[in-house]
């Protein structure tokens, strides 16, 4: 990575040539976030977020980033935080320029109409009573009650139909004048990241500055956060109970928490996520920034536990031990923190440089930061069902809020661990067996080996056996290895990349298998907050032929035959690879999932029934997916969440469409979607399916996914077949997709329409 910071027109800009990424990513933040709004005007900021988006001077319909971005296979997305907003991209490094083409033209000549105005106002609407039952915003509101100044980190900040008001020409102009004040290059910085050359990235960088000029108006100075002495706090929550805790530190130590995170969030055996699993079961481990302005930044460190109380202590004396690892640990966990960043997307990466954690640059001090964090009270947050508190308005949510009265708990010595260590993980007999492991390309470098449950299956009980997995992991991820077992398309994955250590790679996946083959138990609850989350975590459920099967399914991509051998003696304890594929029984149905969301929602997820017809149905996503956004979400708003998509689950491809309303019942919701299938036949025609053959050549699968799937009979997307592709062909998909209702898989939400 080689990276060039530069100055035009007053506008900072930052560019990263990264060589082999195939993606190109830009972002573009602005100094200016909710808390620089107007009392008046309550989420004003948010909704301009959401303004850039409908239109400008050069596109003020057709073309509109977001709709290109979707019409290309890109993402696009942005946020608002407290003092600062950024928009952000990312594509095919063929499309960048075109991109920024229309990044630069919805921040400098935004159209703001009042018919787009009264349309996202619709949509703020619906995300704001969308969020009054996300546990994770409410416990952030909840976290700011302590503060005594300045007033808006307590003000209302998401907008609603109510704060708006009802006169749309009041509401513009000062949408303008907001935008007049703020979007100037001295308060904006621009970040872009991709294969290009430093000097490509410069030209791309100097022509988007062109459209931006310096204001040289003083920006209203960051006030000092002044907090109420008493900052243990609790709060009543549905769901599992849990725990914040944070602390607020000058800027100055930003690199210095990028360390720490690295050190709070490592699995080993030793480490704080293991200790706290161990003593108070403990999950869920993030780190993340509450607020960030040019003087201050508030931390947070939160966990899900049995067992909030205990968690303090162990907090307190793991940040105590810090203080006694050597130079050599701290360079260890910093470079860990640099690997994280580099195994990310470009777009990704962007946001860790400008939003998040990025390690860049040499180790910083650590004590400098423990000596800060020692000497600022930290607040603390524990969130039960149980609790019986009084109702605070904060940020717009009732919150049942009381004093937190922490019990004094003595905190059992720990022995806490830091790497680099010998091999914590013991030895296993190695079995005498062997399974049969497609080895795909093999040599001498790194391999990666890839197992999950058998084709068109998931396993219900992938989540319980996480936190057994995790420690092996960064285990392996201290040993220049890596570890990973998640949901990939609906099924749960181990995916390993091998360390050099063949006697660790004997230990390791010992340990994993053996965890594997245990029983665990199976508790799927309704996990309240997000209705159309909730629907997409129980598809995959709906869609397996089995949830618990006995067989799985293994690849190695890499790697030399010393490897092969051992990783086919471990896994010979399960049953793998076996020579008799499964069929595929696509069953539809209706569900109703229940949901405490007043929204209603739906998931319906429609299975291609060929599997060679996989370029065309790829072809109808991509023409589809900016049409339905702008049919339902801007034409015709009925909610926040409107998405219609390519989606793969469970081995089965198809059409997803997602839509969460506060208004229209489930049943509409399914007709919408019905109609717009049918509707979109006049859009497939043999112009619009060439032009959509360059996105879609230029797809990049995950290897490891391909490699399995071509080792066990089932298509992926081939160039071939992108290139023959015929309008009669995608036309044919979307007629059998619309006839075949007893394909469906609809999941509900009934809400309170």
């Known amino acids: 990575m080689h990276t060039r910071c530069l100055q035009f027109n007053g506008l900072n800009v930052t560019l990263c040539h990264q060589p082999d990424a195939t993606q190109a990513a830009a972002l573009v933040k602005v100094a200016a976030g909710s808390h620089d709004e107007p009392e008046r005007w309550p989420g004003l ?18 073309g509109r980033l977001m709709s290109w971005v979707q019409a290309n296979g890109g993402q696009v997305n942005a946020t608002t935080q407290a003092r600062e907003s950024a928009w952000f991209f990312e594509v095919t490094p063929d499309n960048f320029s075109e991109g920024l083409q229309r990044l630069q ?17 619709a949509v703020i609407d619906a995300e704001y009573r969308l969020l009054q039952r996300h546990a994770a915003a409410r416990a952030e509101a909840a976290m700011f009650t302590p503060v005594t100044s300045p007033a808006q980190f307590k003000r209302f900040h998401v907008g609603n139909r109510m704060s708006f008001g009802d006169s749309v020409t009041d509401l513009q102009a000062a949408l303008r004048s907001f935008h007049q004040r703020f979007f100037h290059s001295d308060t904006m910085t621009l970040w872009l990241q991709g294969p290009q050359s430093l000097e490509a990235l410069t030209a791309l960088a100097k022509a988007f500055a062109a459209a931006f000029q310096p204001h040289n108006s003083a920006r209203r100075p960051d006030a000092p956060i002044t907090l109420s002495p008493n900052r243990a706090l609790a709060l009543q929550q549905e769901g599992p109970s849990a725990f914040w805790q944070s602390w607020i530190l000058p800027t100055q130590f930003r690199d210095g928490v990028t360390l720490l995170r690295e050190f709070f969030l490592d699995d080993a055996p030793g480490g704080l996520v293991e200790t706290l699993f161990a003593r108070t079961r403990a999950s869920q481990p993030d780190v993340k920034w509450l607020y960030q302005s040019d003087a201050d930044m508030w931390l947070a460190i939160t966990f899900v536990t049995e067992a909030p109380a205990a968690v303090p202590p162990l907090i307190a004396s793991f940040l105590e031990a ?22 990310q997307s470009p777009l990704l990466q962007l946001q860790a440089r400008a939003l998040g954690f990025a390690a860049v640059g040499d180790c910083p001090d650590l004590d400098a930061l423990l000596n800060e964090m020692h000497a600022a009270a930290a607040t603390t947050l524990m969130c039960a069902a149980d609790v019986k508190g009084e109702t605070h308005r904060v940020q717009g949510y009732d919150l049942s809020l009381t004093d937190w009265q922490t019990p004094v708990m003595n905190c059992p010595p720990v022995r806490w661990t830091f790497y680099p260590q010998p091999n914590p993980l013991p030895l296993h007999a190695e079995p005498t067996g062997q399974a049969v492991l497609p080895h795909v390309n093999p040599d001498e470098t790194q391999g990666t080996l890839v197992l999950r449950p058998e084709l068109y299956t998931t396993w219900a009980a992938g989540a319980a056996c996480e936190p057994e997995l995790r420690p092996v992991f960064a285990v392996l991820r201290h040993f220049a290895g890596s570890g990973e077992w998640r949901e990939v398309q609906g099924v749960w994955q181990l995916t390993l990349r091998l360390p050099s250590d063949n006697t660790l790679l004997s230990a390791a996946l010992g340990q994993l298998v053996q965890c594997l083959k245990q029983t665990h138990s199976v508790s799927t609850p309704v996990i309240a907050g997000i209705a159309i989350r909730e629907l997409l975590r129980q598809l995959p459920h709906r869609l397996a032929t089995s949830l618990n099967p006995q067989c799985w399914r293994a690849v190695l991509l890499g790697g030399n035959a010393e490897q092969h051998r051992r990783l086919s003696r471990q896994l010979s304890v399960l049953t793998v690879n076996s020579p008799t594929r499964p069929d595929y029984r696509c069953v539809g149905g209706e569900t109703c999932i229940p949901h405490p969301s007043d929204d209603s929602a739906v998931l319906l997820f429609i299975p291609l029934g060929d599997p060679q017809q ?34 793969r689950s469970t081995d089965s491809d198809g059409l997803l469409f997602a839509l969460q309303s506060p208004d229209c019942p489930a049943s509409t919701l399914i007709q919408y979607c019905e109609d717009f299938l049918r509707d979109i036949a006049i859009y497939i025609d043999q112009q619009e399916i060439d032009l959509l053959k360059t996105p879609l050549l230029q797809v990049k699968e995950d290897v490891r996914g391909v490699a399995l799937r071509q080792a066990n009979g089932l298509p992926n997307l081939e160039a071939e077949r992108i290139a023959a592709l015929t309008e009669g062909e995608v036309k044919q998909v979307q007629q059998q997709l619309l006839t075949d209702r007893h394909r469906w898989q609809v999941l509900y939400a009934k809400g309170k329409n």
Not at 105 to 121: K, V, W
Not at 326 to 343: D, E, F, G, I
């Open 45 to 62: 900021a948010h909704l301009l977020e959401h303004l850039l988006f409908t239109g400008s001077q050069r596109w003020p319909h057709d």
């Open 105 to 121: 033209d919805m921040l400098s000549a935004p159209s703001l109409t009042r018919e787009a105005i009264s349309q996202e106002i």
């Open 322 to 343: 810090l203080r006694d690892t050597t130079p050599v640990q701290r360079q260890h966990y910093w470079r860990l923190a640099q690997q994280r960043l580099a195994a």
């Open 614 to 647: 996989l370029a065309a149905l790829r072809a109808l996503a991509l023409v589809c997916e900016p049409r339905f956004y702008q049919r339902y979400r801007v034409e015709q708003p009925i909610g926040y969440v409107v998405s219609c998509r390519y989606h």
